[in-house]
């Protein structure tokens, strides 16, 4: 058994994992980072790809921001498409100037990843077997396996930001967690392909048909989604039914426009809303995945799980320099008032864009709502408030 000990250990080397190791190494806060996957498979995720202006601050705060601001594509609207028509919902003008920019995690994965790099301290991936000890008390370890040695290592806080199915959540004794959770009738069938995207600002489609969204993640590299059934198989679905159907969901203006070419990647994702309160357990912090998910519309989990690194490291830091255990308490506090903001507006626009039952007087009623929420300056300022993000 190797034994080591240091401040704080991070178990995930996701966004959140990294970005609040990072933050930690520039703070003065000795951190050991946990991975069990190969820094390979990290980095091949395909994810979503919008960040809040709030989420390219807290890259800027760390230094990670050089390709981003080099190869980010910054979006000054959002468009709606319904009944055959798109409108566009201008982000700056509602919202005092604030925008989101175009930006795939898998990118800044590369880029914090790259960043912690050069951090003296470690990262081991492909960590097997984590298990978190006594984070009830003040002295709690972990344990893994690597490369058939034993490690231990004692800490004085452990951050669980290792994604919806990590260790660290399901560490926590029942008794102790609440959880709360919804799940939709439907998944997201998502395409990537080699091909310009159809607009330079994203869509969102409210159709007969179901749900689409265009996004990009460069000019010459689009991401197409659409609403499927949640136990669709992606054999079931060809490149040319994908492309077929997508045109079928989005006004005829736009589904004329649409270039089409071969996958370079395919997949469905389910569609939740869940989250898990508090965030601390001792000397235990959830943050990002581990704590809450969002159905993808609006495009929040990563600007969450940045957020979540924003208070969980002034509550780190505050617990080092002032020894005050209560901020981590308030770190969960502070954390879970944005999460919930989002969760609400990520269930609303999931609600307010996808097609639930066959029930037509509901599909008109979401129509009406398209029509009242992008003709009114109220309606316009609501969703770009939301789009681009609650304040810290
Ligand atoms: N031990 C160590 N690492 C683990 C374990 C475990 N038992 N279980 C999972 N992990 C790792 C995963 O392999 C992954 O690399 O934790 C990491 C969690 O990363 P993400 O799932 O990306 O979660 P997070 O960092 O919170 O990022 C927020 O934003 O767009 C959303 O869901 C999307 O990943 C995204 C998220
Ligand atoms: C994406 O680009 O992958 C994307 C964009 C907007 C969303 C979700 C995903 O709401």
């Known amino acids: 058994m190797a034994y080591y000990s240091t401040q704080v250990v991070i178990i995930g080397a996701g966004p959140a994992g990294l970005a609040l190791a990072i933050k930690?190494?520039?703070?003065?806060?000795?951190?050991?980072?946990?991975?069990?996957?190969?820094?390979?498979?990290?980095?091949?995720?395909?994810?979503?790809?919008?960040?809040?202006?709030?989420?390219?601050?807290?890259?800027?705060?760390?230094?990670?921001?050089?390709?981003?601001?080099?190869?980010?594509?910054?979006?000054?609207?959002?468009?709606?498409?319904?009944?055959?028509?798109?409108?566009?919902?201008?982000?700056?003008?509602?919202?005092?100037?604030?925008?989101?920019?175009?930006?795939?995690?898998?990118?800044?994965?590369?880029?914090?990843?790259?960043?912690?790099?050069?951090?003296?301290?470690?990262?081991?991936?492909?960590?097997?077997?984590?298990?978190?000890?006594d984070f009830d008390t003040s002295a709690p370890s972990v344990t893994f396996n690597r490369d058939g040695k034993s490690y231990h290592i004692d800490c004085q806080i452990i951050a669980g930001c290792d994604g919806y199915h990590g260790v660290s959540r399901a560490s926590v004794p029942k008794g102790a967690i609440n959880i709360f959770e919804k799940s939709y009738p439907f998944g997201w069938l998502g395409l990537l392909a080699d091909v310009p995207p159809v607009s330079a600002e994203i869509i969102y489609a409210n159709a007969d048909r179901g749900f689409a969204l265009c996004s990009m993640r460069s000019w010459s590299r689009s991401r197409y989604y659409i609403q499927c059934k949640p136990d669709d198989d992606v054999k079931q679905w060809s490149d040319d039914m994908f492309w077929d159907e997508l045109r079928h969901r989005l006004p005829e203006a736009v589904a004329d426009k649409i270039q089409t070419g071969p996958s370079i990647e395919k997949s469905i994702a389910p569609l939740r809303s869940f989250v898990a309160e508090p965030l601390r357990f001792g000397r235990l912090v959830l943050a990002g995945d581990a704590a809450h998910i969002v159905p993808p519309t609006g495009a929040k989990g990563l600007n969450l799980a940045f957020s979540d690194i924003y208070y969980a490291s002034e509550a780190i830091a505050a617990f080092f320099d002032e020894k005050d255990e209560e901020a981590l308490s308030h770190y969960s506090e502070r954390a879970l008032k944005r999460v919930w903001k989002t969760q609400r507006f990520s269930w609303y626009l999931t609600n307010l864009t996808h097609r639930f039952t066959e029930d037509t007087f509901e599909q008109r009623v979401k129509e009406a709502e398209l029509g009242y929420v992008t003709s009114t300056p109220t309606g316009r300022q609501m969703i770009a408030e939301n789009y681009v993000g609650m304040p810290l």
């Open 24 to 133: 930690l190494d520039q703070l003065g806060v000795e951190n050991v980072v946990l991975e069990k996957r190969a820094k390979e498979y990290v980095l091949a995720r395909v994810r979503a790809g919008i960040l809040e202006q709030t989420s390219v601050d807290i890259l800027s705060s760390i230094g990670a921001d050089t390709r981003l601001n080099e190869e980010g594509i910054p979006h000054h609207g959002v468009q709606l498409a319904f009944d055959n028509t798109l409108t566009k919902i201008g982000l700056g003008v509602n919202t005092g100037g604030k925008i989101v920019t175009a930006y795939g995690q898998t990118e800044v994965t590369k880029d914090l990843c790259d960043l912690r790099a050069r951090s003296p301290n470690k990262t081991f991936y492909e960590a097997k077997d984590i298990s978190l000890h």
